[in-house]
């Protein structure tokens, strides 16, 4: 919600972030720089970068993994999950009988657990390459079928949310994931980027599917140039 939320001014993070600004030198870490950068390749103005003139990197070994997993994009059967149980019980709190919540869930909890079936046979804890249509020792057919499904169904839940949204700031915030959830869907499903690495691992509670860059230099070198000031026209 950002500024339109009503304790915006009170939040002890953005205000962390205003002293920031303000301050001729701040120090943070790899990992916050990095989630800021982040947020700014999101659409979001970058609080840090944007105003920032010199940076100075201590143990600077380590930024290309951290950068790696700040460009990177992840997606669980276990976050739909979530978001499905949240959406029936947010919905027929805040909007009873305005939409089939129920169904809704349900449809999203058939649509994880049938992406959850493709992949019960590779073992857990491993990571499975994702190089092609579907990872490796998975069936194409029945990964793309079940990957429509959940896409198609997010999709349905988001015409229902917005509908609703202006009905209560927590279906506002269901909205928000689900389109969060749909965007990286949809940046999951490419493999036509050379520079990206995609795989999947299984666990007791799902599968996660991941996307990382090779190197975070060129992410970070984009993002750096675009935040420079223009030079002033002589």
């Known amino acids: ?3 339109q939320c009503p304790r915006y001014d009170d939040c002890h993070v953005f205000r962390a972030r205003r002293q920031a600004m303000a301050a001729d030198v701040a120090v943070v870490n790899h990992h ?15 609080d840090l970068l944007a105003h920032a003139q010199v940076v100075v990197f201590d143990e600077a070994h380590s930024l290309n993994s951290v950068g790696q997993q700040a460009f990177g994009l992840e997606f669980s ?3 739909l999950v979530a978001f499905a149980h949240d ?17 809704l869930a349900m449809e999203l909890l058939d649509a994880a657990y049938a992406l959850v079936a493709c992949c019960e046979r590779l073992p857990e804890s491993n990571r499975i390459a994702w190089q092609d249509e579907a990872p490796d020792g998975v ?6 079928q079940a990957w429509m499904s959940v896409e198609n169904n ?29 965007q990286g869907l949809m940046a999951l499903s490419s493999n036509e980027d050379d520079s990206r690495v995609r795989w ?29 000031p223009a030079e002033p026209d002589e």
């Open 1 to 3: 919600l950002r500024g």
């Open 32 to 46: 916050l720089f990095f989630a800021d950068l982040a947020g700014a390749q999101e659409g979001a103005e970058s």
């Open 77 to 79: 059967t276990r976050q």
């Open 87 to 103: 959406l029936q019980h947010t919905g027929q709190q805040e909007a009873q009988g305005w939409r089939d919540w129920t169904a």
């Open 139 to 144: 069936s194409a057919a029945q990964w793309l």
């Open 154 to 182: 997010l999709r349905a839940t988001l015409v229902e949310l917005d509908a609703v949204t202006e009905a209560s700031p927590d279906l506002l915030r269901l909205h928000q994931r689900a389109v969060v959830m749909l």
């Open 200 to 228: 999947l691992s299984r666990s007791m509670d799902g599968i996660h599917l991941s996307q990382t860059p090779f190197r975070a230099g060129p992410d970070l070198q984009k993002l750096w140039l675009k935040a420079q």
